[in-house]
C-alpha cells in the first residue's frame, strides 16, 4: 500500500484555469493521476484517450470532460484541442501523457517497428504542441511526459526511446518559437514508475529491488510524482524548454542491464516499458 502523505503538500492555484491531457484512461496510470491532481487544483479538465469507458468514468470523477482521441492521429488531436475551446471557452494547460511501447533490437528491426515507434511519440507529439499551442493563443504551459530511455538505454526499447528522444528535441525548438507568446514548453523524463500498466512486472519477486538499487532516493516513482511534476510546470514556474530528468536521481546511474533483471527480458512481459509513465497509447 502506498503512502499517499509522500505526495501531499504541493499546491498550485489553478482556479480559473483549463487543462487538456492525454492518454489518461488507465486507472492508476500517470495520465489519470495528472487529470486528477489539475482538477484537485481547481483547474476544469478535459481527459482525451482512445478507450471511451474508462475515461468517461475519470471525467465523472473529476467533474470534467472525456473526449475520445488518438494521439497519433493529427485530426482527432486537433478536435481534443477544438473540445476544450467549445466547451470551456479557453485551454492554459496540456499535458500529453500518451506514447506507444515498442521492443526490438536494431538487428531485428523492421519498417513496421520504425513506423510504430515515431507514429504517437513523436508525430503525436508535434501534433500535440502545434495544436495545444493555437488553442492556448498566449500566457499557457505545454507538458510531454518523455521518458529517462531517452537519455540512458533501457534494453530492448531503443525504437521507442528515440521516437521519444525526438520530442524532447522538439520541445526545445518549440519552447524558442512560442516563446514570444508567452507559451511555455517541456517534457518530464520518468525513470521505472510502479503504476497499474506496469502491475505484473513489478509483481515478480526481486524486480523491483533491482530498479530500486540504482535510484539515489530509493525508490521507483509513482503516478502521483509526475503529477505533481506537471502541476509545478503548469504553475507559474519561469522555465521553458526543459527536459526534467525527475526519476529520484536515477539520472545519475544508469537503468538495470537485462542480465540483471530476475526473468531477463521476460520481465517486460508484453513490452511495456518501465522507463515511462504508464506504458500504454491510452
Not at 521492443?103 to 495544436?131: C, E, I, P, S
Request: net charge negative.
Amino acid at each position: 500500500m502506498v503512502d499517499q502523505s509522500m505526495f501531499a503538500g504541493f499546491r498550485v492555484d489553478l482556479a480559473d484555469k483549463v487543462a487538456v491531457v492525454l492518454g489518461a484512461s488507465a486507472e492508476g496510470g500517470t495520465g489519470w493521476a495528472i487529470a486528477e491532481a489539475l482538477a484537485a487544483q481547481g483547474a476544469k479538465v478535459v481527459v482525451g484517450a482512445r478507450t471511451a469507458a474508462p475515461l468517461q468514468r475519470l471525467a465523472d470523477r473529476i467533474g470534467g470532460t472525456a473526449v475520445v482521441c488518438d494521439a497519433g492521429d493529427e485530426a482527432q488531436v486537433a478536435a481534443l484541442a477544438k473540445a476544450a475551446l467549445s466547451t470551456y471557452g479557453k485551454l492554459n494547460i496540456a499535458v500529453n501523457s500518451a506514447g506507444l511501447p515498442v521492443m526490438t533490437l536494431v538487428a531485428n528491426t523492421t519498417q513496421a517497428n520504425l513506423d510504430d515507434a515515431v507514429r504517437v511519440n513523436f508525430f503525436g507529439n508535434v501534433y500535440f504542441v502545434k495544436h495545444m499551442a493555437e488553442a492556448i493563443g498566449s500566457d499557457g504551459s505545454i507538458v510531454l511526459i518523455s521518458s529517462m530511455s531517452t537519455t540512458h538505454p533501457v534494453f530492448p526499447h531503443y525504437a521507442y526511446a528515440c521516437g521519444k528522444a525526438a520530442s524532447d528535441c522538439m520541445v526545445r525548438y518549440a519552447a524558442i518559437e512560442y516563446g514570444p507568446r508567452r507559451i511555455r514548453i517541456n517534457s518530464i523524463l520518468p525513470g521505472p514508475i510502479k503504476s497499474e500498466m506496469a502491475r505484473e512486472a513489478f509483481a515478480i519477486p526481486g524486480f523491483e529491488a533491482v530498479y530500486e538499487r540504482e535510484i539515489p532516493l530509493g525508490r521507483v516513482g509513482y503516478p502521483e510524482d509526475f503529477a505533481n511534476g506537471v502541476l509545478w510546470l503548469a504553475g507559474p514556474s519561469f522555465v521553458t524548454g526543459l527536459n526534467l530528468q525527475l526519476n529520484g536521481g536515477n539520472h545519475l546511474t544508469r537503468f538495470p542491464y537485462l542480465h540483471e533483471l530476475p526473468l531477463g527480458e521476460a520481465s517486460y512481459g508484453s513490452g511495456k516499458p518501465l522507463g515511462d509513465r504508464s506504458g500504454g497509447s491510452d
